[in-house]
């Protein structure tokens, strides 16, 4: 029997949604916006899509190759920076295509994350991003547990406590690697936070509220 001559239509039209945007010199990657935390400050939490000009909303999971011609040459920007509305390394496999797909072409690399990777895939992703990510951010928000979970109210257990462990792990793999923390968020103490990142060995930058970088 002969098989069914089934054509999977490919879509070659170039995504109206936002998979990249720019800021300053900087390509932003948006590749998700999904995540496990559900922070009150967020945007997205407060019935916003938009940052800056760009509405981060995604309909679906587009594709690498989707990224990659939103991207084009990559080579033209200072940084390339994944950080939509939604967690990266929840797409893993993507995000370390697209961020190798980059660094090819000599830009430095940064992903902005909520640390919890290693929670989220079950295993430590930090060999997998030293390949191709030269900088890491990472959402610390708060001084300890209950500070955090009040304002960023994790799906996940442990949540916390596995963000400094990424954040104490992280500096072995990627030494570029910074904690945040949002000054003027109640009950947020910014010098402890300083310091808990220090403890950590990792550098530390106070973030102020709405502002995406
Ligand atoms: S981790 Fe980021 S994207 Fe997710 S809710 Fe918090 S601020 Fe929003």
Do not use: W
Not at 69 to 84: H, K, M, P, R
Not at 149 to 177: N, W
């Amino acid at each position: 029997m002969s098989k069914p001559n089934i054509e999977i239509p490919v879509n070659h039209e170039p995504s109206r949604e936002t998979l990249v945007y720019t800021i300053e010199n900087k390509l932003y990657i948006n590749l998700t916006d999904r995540c496990t935390l559900a922070c009150e400050f967020c945007p997205k939490i407060q019935g916003s899509m938009d940052v800056h000009e760009y509405n981060l909303l995604l309909s679906t999971r587009h594709s690498v190759e989707e990224y990659k011609a939103a991207i084009g040459d990559a080579g033209q920007y200072d940084e390339i920076v994944f950080c939509g509305f939604g967690e990266p390394t929840l797409r893993l496999k993507e995000l370390l295509e697209i961020a190798c797909y980059c660094k090819q072409a000599g830009v430095p690399v940064r992903v902005n994350t909520d640390g919890l990777g290693n929670l989220a895939n079950k295993h430590n992703i930090l060999p997998e991003l030293a390949q191709c990510v030269d900088a890491l951010s990472v959402s610390m928000n708060a001084q300890n547990e209950e500070v955090y979970d009040r304002h960023c109210v994790p799906a996940l257990k442990g949540s916390y406590d596995s963000m400094l462990e990424f954040l104490r792990l992280a500096p072995q793999y990627i030494p570029d690697t910074t904690a945040t923390a949002i000054d003027g968020l109640e009950g947020v103490d910014i010098k402890a936070c300083e310091a808990k990142a220090k403890e950590l060995g990792v550098k530390f930058r106070r973030r102020v509220l709405d502002i995406v970088g």
